[in-house]
C-alpha cells in the first residue's frame, strides 16, 4: 500500500535552534518527493522538490534529503525563526501519476 | 499571494443549506484540484480537472458537486451536508496533470467549512 509516514507529529523548539522533519514512504514506482510548508490559515506552499536521482536541495534555511534506496527524506531546518512556524508536509508523487500526502509534522518555535 | 484564490475563506451553513465555494486561479494553468484537509488527516483529493475536463472522482459523495466552467475558475457546490464534512477545502493548480513532470501545485488558501 501506498503511503507517507512523517514524524514527528509535532516538535516544539527554540528560536535559533536547528531541528530536522522525516519523512518515509513506501510509494512504488518513486516519481518525486516534495516538501511543502503550510501556515495557519495559508494553503501549503512548495518548499522543494527531488526526483530519484537528487539526495540534497537547498531553499534558503531548509535543506531537503532524499535517500531513495532507504525510501525516507529529511527536511533540516537551520536557525529557526519564529516564522517557522507551520506545518510540513511531505509528498510523494508515484510514476502512475498518484500523489500520496502526508499527515505533516506541526513546527512551532518558540521565543 | 499564491495566484490561486479561494472564496470564501470562513462559511458555516445548517446540513439543509445550498452553498458554492469558489476558486480562480491567475497562473494560466491547465490543470485544477479540489483538496480536503481535516485535522491530523492527509489531504485527500476529492476531484481533478484537466482542460475544464474532469478526469478524477475519488469516491466522492454526491452531495458535493464540482463545476469547472472554464480552465481559470472551478466550483464546489455543496448540498445537504453532514456535520463530518466540516474541513479546510483546498484548492490547487498546476501547469498540466501532475505526473507529466515535476510540476509544483499551487494552493489557494482556502475555505474553512463549519457545517452544523
Known amino acids: 500500500k501506498n503511503q507517507v509516514e512523517q514524524s514527528p507529529q509535532s516538535l516544539i523548539i527554540l528560536e535559533g535552534k536547528n531541528c530536522t522533519l522525516q519523512c518515509n514512504y513506501t510509494v512504488s514506482p518513486f516519481s518525486n518527493l516534495r516538501w511543502y510548508k503550510q501556515d495557519t490559515g495559508r494553503g501549503p506552499v512548495s518548499l522543494t522538490i527531488?526526483?530519484?536521482?537528487?539526495n540534497t536541495k537547498s531553499n534558503g534555511r531548509y535543506t531537503a534529503t532524499l535517500d531513495a534506496d532507504t525510501k525516507q527524506s529529511s527536511l533540516h531546518i537551520t536557525a529557526s525563526q519564529l516564522s517557522d512556524s507551520a506545518s510540513y508536509i511531505c509528498v510523494v508523487s508515484g510514476g502512475d501519476d498518484k500523489i500520496i500526502f502526508g499527515k505533516g509534522t506541526r513546527l512551532h518555535i518558540l521565543p | 499571494e499564491t495566484g490561486v484564490t479561494q472564496t470564501p475563506r470562513h462559511l458555516v451553513m445548517g446540513m439543509t443549506n445550498k452553498k458554492s465555494l469558489k476558486c480562480e486561479q491567475h497562473?494560466?494553468?491547465?490543470?485544477m484540484y479540489w483538496y480536503k484537509q481535516s485535522a491530523k488527516k492527509p489531504l485527500e483529493l476529492m476531484f481533478v480537472y484537466s482542460l475544464e475536463e474532469r478526469v478524477e472522482n475519488n469516491s466522492v459523495p454526491s452531495r458535493f458537486s464540482p463545476e469547472c466552467p472554464n480552465s481559470s475558475h472551478l466550483f464546489l457546490h455543496l448540498h445537504t451536508l453532514q456535520p463530518e464534512d466540516s474541513a479546510l477545502y483546498l484548492c490547487?493548480?498546476?501547469?498540466?496533470?501532475?505526473?507529466?513532470?515535476?510540476?509544483?501545485?499551487?494552493f489557494g488558501n482556502g475555505t474553512r467549512l463549519t457545517v452544523t
Open positions: 527531488m526526483t530519484f536521482s537528487e
Open positions: 497562473l494560466g494553468h491547465n490543470a
Open positions: 490547487a493548480s498546476s501547469q498540466a496533470l501532475l505526473g507529466q513532470g515535476d510540476l509544483p501545485l499551487h
